[in-house]
Antibody, heavy 120, light 108 residues
C-alpha cells in the first residue's frame, strides 16, 4: 500500500535550518510529484512547493522562494524539504503529499506530518 | 494569488442533519479546479472531492460538491459522527496553490 513516512519532530533555534524527509513506498516514486504543505498550530494549510521526483525539477511558492530547497534521492525513494533562516513563525507541522493526477495537484496520500518547533 | 474564503467558520449540527459549507474565491477558479479535504485532530488531511464535484476513491456518497467560477459548496448529507471535523477547500487552477481557512463542523 502507498505510504509516505516522514522524519521525526525537530526543535530548532531561530536562524537555523531544518531538513525534513519523506520516504515513499508502495508505488513508483518517480511517477508522482511530491508537494510540501505546512500547518501552524491551530491554523490552516499553507502550500510551500513541489518537486518532480523524476527529474528533480522544483517550483516554490514565492513566499518561501529564497529559503526553501526541495530535493530527492531516487535510490531510496525519499524526498526532502529544507527550510533555512528559521523564525518562530515557521513553527508548524510540515506535510509531504503525493499528487495522484499529473498536472492537477490534489493530494491523495499524505505523510503523517513532522512538527518543527522554532524556539530560543 | 487566489484567496479562498470559507464560511461559516464553525457549523454546529446534530448527527443525521445536513451540512452546507461554502468556499468563495477572490477570482474565478479555472475549469472548476477545486478540491475539498477533511482533517481530524492529529491527522493529515484526506481528499474528499476534486474538480469541484468528483468524489475521491472510497468517499461515501453523502459527500457532494458543487459550484463553478468563484462559488463552491460542499454538502454533507446525513451527518455521521465520524464526519465531525475541519474541512478545507483548495484551488489548483493557478500555479500558486491556495487553501481556504477551514470550516469546523462540530456536534451540537
Amino acid at each position: 500500500q502507498v505510504q509516505l513516512v516522514q522524519s521525526g519532530a525537530e526543535v530548532k533555534k531561530p536562524g537555523a535550518s531544518v531538513k525534513v524527509s519523506c520516504k515513499a513506498s508502495g508505488y513508483t516514486f518517480i511517477g508522482y510529484y511530491i508537494h510540501w504543505v505546512r500547518q501552524a498550530p491551530g491554523q490552516g494549510l499553507e502550500w510551500m512547493g513541489w518537486i518532480n521526483p523524476n527529474n528533480g525539477g522544483t517550483n516554490y511558492a514565492q513566499k518561501f522562494q529564497d529559503r526553501v530547497t526541495m530535493i530527492r534521492d531516487t535510490s531510496i525513494s525519499t524526498a526532502y524539504m529544507e527550510l533555512s533562516r528559521l523564525t518562530s513563525d515557521d513553527t508548524a507541522v510540515y506535510y509531504c503529499a503525493r499528487v495522484w493526477r499529473a498536472y492537477y495537484p490534489t493530494f491523495d496520500y499524505w505523510g503523517q506530518g513532522t512538527l518543527v518547533t522554532v524556539s530560543s | 494569488e487566489i484567496v479562498l474564503t470559507q464560511s461559516p467558520g464553525t457549523l454546529s449540527l446534530s448527527p443525521g442533519e445536513t451540512a452546507t459549507l461554502s468556499c468563495r474565491a477572490s477570482q474565478s477558479v479555472i475549469s472548476g479546479y477545486l478540491a475539498w479535504y477533511q482533517q481530524k485532530p492529529g491527522q493529515a488531511p484526506r481528499l474528499l472531492i476534486y474538480d469541484a464535484s468528483s468524489r475521491a476513491t472510497g468517499i461515501p456518497d453523502r459527500f457532494s460538491g458543487s459550484g463553478s467560477g468563484t462559488d463552491f459548496t460542499l454538502t454533507i448529507s446525513r451527518l455521521d459522527p465520524e464526519d465531525f471535523a475541519v474541512y478545507y477547500c483548495q484551488q489548483y487552477g493557478s500555479s500558486l496553490l491556495t487553501f481556504g481557512g477551514g470550516t469546523k463542523v462540530e456536534i451540537k
